[in-house]
């Protein structure tokens, strides 16, 4: 399997987890956080609705300086906002992926703000780990915030608790 069969393999594979997880978002909890310094619901599950997108943004450019952006967040008013997101993004990373070359997984792409490099590395290790582990560690969030407000949550990696017990 190549590189970019991988990668996209794993996007498909992991976004049916990812939109489970995005389906039980209630919209009557939106503005809950379980701290003070924690995100609110909906701005975290947007979060886990965008970085799908940073594939495209790793794939189709040589760097990301925030220096040079303004990025705003979308504004979420209901769950079907952060779906409308997701799958947004889940298409682009399809596409980008789709158009990858396999050379282009060797190129090196840089993060940073104006002059300040914070790495640069190779397009494979930077979607690994700034792309898809990213989402993964965001979706973890969620679910803690999910099972905080008690809503049943959907299986991951196997069946959970909720599921089991009907």
Do not use: C
């Not at 190129?107 to 990213?134: C, E, G, M, Q």
């Amino acid at each position: 399997m190549s590189i970019k069969e991988s990668f996209l393999s794993e996007l498909k594979e992991e976004e049916k987890s990812t939109r489970k997880l995005l389906e039980k978002i209630p919209a009557e909890y939106l503005s809950w956080k379980p701290h003070e310094k924690s995100f609110p619901l909906s701005r975290l599950a947007s979060h886990v609705a965008e970085l799908p997108g940073w594939i495209s943004t790793i794939l189709d450019s040589d760097e990301l300086d925030f220096g040079k952006i303004k990025f705003t967040p979308p504004e979420i008013l209901s769950p079907a906002d952060i779906m409308k997101v997701h799958i947004e993004n889940v298409n682009k990373a399809i596409k980008s992926l789709e158009n990858a070359k396999e050379e282009d997984f060797s190129k090196t792409w840089t993060l940073k703000n104006n002059d300040k490099i914070f790495f640069t590395r190779p397009k494979s290790d930077v979607l690994k780990n700034f792309a898809y582990s990213h989402l993964y560690h965001h979706r973890g969030q969620l679910t803690v915030y999910l099972r905080l407000l008690d809503i049943p949550l959907p299986g991951i990696y196997g069946p959970t608790a909720d599921e089991k017990m009907g």
